[in-house]
């Protein structure tokens, strides 16, 4: 055991890979990790299994089975009795599997397409251009993360959602409070009781949000009622927004860092998709997708048995050799950008990649082309962040232009 890495490990850069990660890069595809509490489970490394065994029915997503991998003793936590109420949300859609995850997953999916997020755009720039214009008036220096990076991919997905602006801000708070805990029940029930509230308005004046999507659709399979199962999958994507808000920080801090791929991208903005794409493999959060393999598997020799846990680690996935021709470099016009697994892969394969995608390379591009001298307010060692690699991974950004 003594010569097993241990996973997760913190990051000692908020966009590389912990540095204790290369021993697992040399083992491919397939090595053993401990987690937090001692357990062996298996590290997924390369790009090509990971697509394979994501794809396997075998492997599965299911939370709520006792044998269930736990990265942080939070997660384990907030899947106790005081938190039980948590489950609900994750058990609506990315903790369940087969035909009952198939049908919720394809209620939602209309509003999600590339068309339809496509045709965003202008309420998107619309957001991020009048977020930008209160921050400059505030003057410099500034947080970017308060201040810009976090509210616009809140305001864009409320809005989407059909969540009324009046309400983002209590919405926000009890979102973090179910994230958070320890008070998780109790913004549960607050924030059910809210919805139910805003459910029986739609009824009487139906607008045109997911939310109201979703009410007039036919109930999902499985034992939930409809108007649960809506409240709930609506509270599970809403909390996608903390992810965007993150590349958003994270993006601008890299490109900073990288001062030559950053005047590249200034003087051809057309670069943009590519750079995001590029943006959300090189700095790699989350760290690692989770499942519980539910039957034996054969990998190359070796056999993943029924009841192992499987960790798919995105951030050295995302700098497999086979696939990348400098892994460890950032290459705004990199012919294999897109071949990441930052959304996941297979069945839960992230439902708001297309949003997360436009609305970053919107408040990106916006931000480099109005404000031509935007830099960091203190030396980048001084940017405070959380090393243990999850979403919320830089925590201020101070910046001046
Ligand atoms: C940069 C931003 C984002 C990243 C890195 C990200 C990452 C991920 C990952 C890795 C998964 C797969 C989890 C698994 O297989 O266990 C996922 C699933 C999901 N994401 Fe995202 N996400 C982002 C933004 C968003 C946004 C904006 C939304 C809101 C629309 C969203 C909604 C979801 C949902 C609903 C699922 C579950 C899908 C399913 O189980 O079928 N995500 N995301």
Redesign the pocket.
């Known amino acids: 055991m003594t010569d097993t890495v241990v996973f997760p490990q913190d990051r000692t850069c908020p966009y590389q890979p912990a540095p204790g990660y290369p021993p697992l890069a040399e083992q491919r595809p397939l090595a053993q990790v401990a987690l937090y509490d001692g357990r062996r489970v298996w590290a997924v490394t390369s790009r090509d299994l990971t697509r394979r065994l994501l794809a396997d029915r075998r492997i599965s ?1 299911d939370r709520t089975n006792p044998e269930w991998p736990m990265m942080f003793p939070s997660i384990a936590a907030a899947v106790s009795d005081a938190q039980q109420k948590v489950m609900k949300i994750v058990t609506a ?2 903790g369940v599997d087969g035909p009952v ?1 198939q049908a919720r ?1 394809k209620m939602l999916i209309p509003n ?1 397409t590339i068309r339809r997020i496509n045709a965003l755009r202008p309420m998107i720039q619309e957001i991020v251009d009048q977020q930008l214009a209160r921050m400059i008036d505030n003057g410099a220096p500034a947080d970017l993360i308060p201040a810009f990076a976090a509210p616009v ?1 809140v305001t864009v ?1 409320y809005r989407l959602m059909g969540i009324p602006d009046a309400d983002h801000r209590s919405f926000e708070r009890l979102s973090h409070q179910l994230a958070a805990g320890p008070n998780a029940n109790e913004a549960y029930d607050e924030l059910m009781a809210y919805m139910s509230g805003l459910i029986a308005e739609k009824r009487r004046n139906p607008g045109d949000g997911v939310l109201d999507d979703l009410l007039t659709k036919p109930g999902a399979t499985g034992d939930v009622e409809h108007e649960e199962l809506v409240s709930t999958l609506v509270l ?2 809403a909390g ?2 903390g ?2 808000g993150t ?1 958003i920080s994270l993006g601008l801090f890299t490109l900073l860092q990288h001062p030559e791929q950053l005047a590249e991208l200034r003087a051809d903005l057309s670069l943009m998709p590519t750079a995001v794409d590029e943006l ?1 493999r090189f700095v790699s ?2 760290d690692g ?2 499942r519980l393999a539910t039957d034996d598997i054969e990998v190359e020799g070796t056999t993943i048995r029924k009841g192992d846990g499987v960790f798919f680690i995105t951030s050295v996935i995302n700098r497999d050799a086979d696939v990348h021709d400098a892994p460890n470099s950032l290459g705004l016009r990199s012919s294999s950008a897109r071949d990441h697994v ?3 892969f297979g ?7 297309s ?2 995608r436009v609305t970053m390379e919107i408040a990106l591009g916006t931000l480099l082309q109005r404000l031509p001298d935007l830099r960091l307010a203190v030396a980048a060692a001084e940017v405070p962040f959380n090393p243990t690699a999850g979403f919320e991974v830089i925590t201020e950004l101070p910046v001046t232009w």
Do not use: D, E, K, Y
């Open positions: 997503s859609l990315v995850h997953r999600f991919p997905l599970q994507v996608g927004h992810t965007t590349m959300l959060i989350p997708v989770t930052t959304f996941g069945a839960h394969q992230c439902l708001g990649q949003l997360a």
